[in-house]
């Protein structure tokens, strides 16, 4: 395969970077035994010096009748010496010449290896080039695959270290989104790599603007008479709330597909007209609420209709502008239910659903056109023994992990396609089954805590994410009518 041909080329230039870093090796040996006889052919003329000196003391010491043979004796000696010091002068010399035609070879070896190591590097940046272009046009294909069969898009969104995180081990790094591959992700589990694949990954640098980026094609087929939903899931402190919602100088995804659906709005305003009507909803404790109502605590119950699940009664507000959604937002964000736990200082106890519904009409054709955008913020799952939840906070965690636990029901018996859905097991899957029976274009983003602590829900929540890429709903269809027909 093309992939293996490129893995060979790897191995066949690291070969070569080896056989010379063994070259280079050869010549500091050789090297290091010339600088080992310069110091022994020293240490001997040194020696020999010194067994001169002490003959010359002791015929120096003689009688008068032997000084003519003791001055001949030390002439020889200093000649031995100048024999001697010309000879370390010649070794010196060879030393010399040696090391400078060893540096030299060693320059060249050392040119030669980064040469080399250059070579191989560049080599290295087009496979890698080439493996990002084959990785696109996979991207491109799978994404027009997952249009036809409906499945559900899922996105993966690594948090950033808090404080909740703490300190030492356990607040260690073990997710890492592969660099190479932007639909990869690996957690550290049990003191190995596991690999997670999903349709995007964003790690804990990303930003708001470049996940909304990726949903905003999904935002916009809103536009043209689809039903969409996008929702977050994920343990509880995960981020999900601030994808979603986000901050007022920061805003998430349910303020800007707003301002997306107002921009396309005004740019086709010659040719069509719109309206956007916004209603805000929680699923508190198995309760449906209308958090724009003044009587937001009163619970609502959920009908079929022949426009899919709905819920009578519930506040309709149109929308035109970002003052009229900010004001909105601020009404449904007071009156959502939050609490404080060990995990999370402001954890979300319900299920908040933003629901969106544009109809729009074109000028001249009299053609309607119907769209849906859910954006759902989903109640974090969480394990009782780590948030500390007790009394109403305990109740509350008990109808959350059940509504998740119903999702995951529902995800399961779409996947293996069985007979019957079981939907009306919590009012939250009973309230999405439009957006999980088909027809609607379906996103997941499946956030995750970063850190050791938080490792057992993080693949939880990853392979929970797997299953529901799986899921194929079929390919969604507009919701036009056609007057000229």
């Given amino acids: 395969s093309r992939c293996q041909q490129l893995e060979d080329q790897l191995r066949e230039s690291s070969s070569r970077c080896q056989q010379l870093e063994g070259q280079l090796r050869e010549s500091s040996s050789r090297c290091q035994q010339l600088e080992g006889q310069l110091r022994e052919s020293e240490v001997k003329v040194a020696q020999a010096v010194s067994v001169a000196m002490e003959q010359g003391r002791v015929r120096a010491a003689g009688t008068t009748e032997r ?84 499945n559900i898009r899922v996105f993966c969104r690594v948090r950033p270290l808090i404080s909740e995180d703490g300190e030492g081990a356990q607040a260690d790094m073990v997710v890492q989104p592969d660099r190479d591959d932007d639909g990869v992700v690996r957690v550290l589990t049990k003191g190995t790599w596991k690999v997670f694949d999903m349709d995007k990954v964003f790690g804990p ?30 343990q509880t402190g995960s981020g999900k709330t601030f994808t979603m919602e ?45 958090l724009l109502s003044l009587r937001h605590t009163e619970k609502l119950e959920i009908k079929q209709g022949p426009e899919g699940n709905h819920v009578p009664g519930v506040t309709l507000v149109q929308v035109t502008c970002l003052q009229e959604l900010n004001e909105v937002f601020a009404i449904g964000h007071e009156n959502r239910a939050t609490g404080s736990t060990k995990m999370n200082i402001q954890s979300s106890r319900s299920h908040a659903l933003l629901c969106v519904t544009v109809h729009g009409k074109c ?21 009782v023994d780590k948030s500390g939840s007790d009394g109403i906070r305990l109740q509350e965690a008990k109808h959350i992990n059940k509504s998740l636990s119903a999702l995951g029901d529902v995800i399961h018996s779409l996947k293996s396609r069985s007979q019957h859905i079981p939907y009306r097991n919590s009012k939250l899957t009973y309230l999405l089954q439009d957006s999980l029976s088909g027809d609607s274009k379906t996103l997941m983003v499946v956030q995750v805590s970063p850190v050791e602590k ?9 392979n929970f994410a797997q299953r529901v890429r799986a899921v194929e709903l079929g390919q969604a269809g507009r919701k036009v009518v056609d007057v000229s027909s």
């Fill in 67 to 150: 000084l003519a043979t003791v001055r001949t004796g030390l002439k020889q000696v200093h000649r031995s010496a100048l024999s001697v010091a010309d000879a370390i002068a010649d070794v010196r010399r060879l030393a010399e010449a040696s090391y400078h035609a060893f540096d030299k070879d060693i320059s060249a070896a050392c040119h030669e290896i980064c040469h080399q190591i250059s070579g191989v590097a560049a080599s290295n940046r087009q496979l890698v080039s080439k493996y990002r272009r084959e990785m696109q046009l996979r991207k491109k294909l799978h994404n027009e695959l997952v249009d036809l069969k409906g």
């Fill in 205 to 234: 640098e990303s930003t708001q603007i470049e996940v909304f980026s990726d949903v905003k094609d999904l935002v916009m087929s809103c536009m043209d008479g689809y039903h969409v939903c996008i929702f977050a899931y994920g």
């Fill in 246 to 290: 986000g901050t007022e100088d920061n805003p998430g995804i349910n303020q800007r597909a707003l301002l997306e659906l107002f921009r396309i709005t005004e740019e086709r305003r010659d040719d069509w007209e719109y309206s956007v009507v916004v209603s805000v909803l929680e699923i508190y404790n198995e309760m449906v609420r209308d």
């Fill in 363 to 383: 000028k001249t054709t009299g053609t309607e056109i119907f769209g849906k955008l859910n954006l759902i913020d989903l109640a974090g799952s969480e394990r």
């Fill in 454 to 462: 938080n490792g057992l829900e993080t693949v939880c929540s990853l």
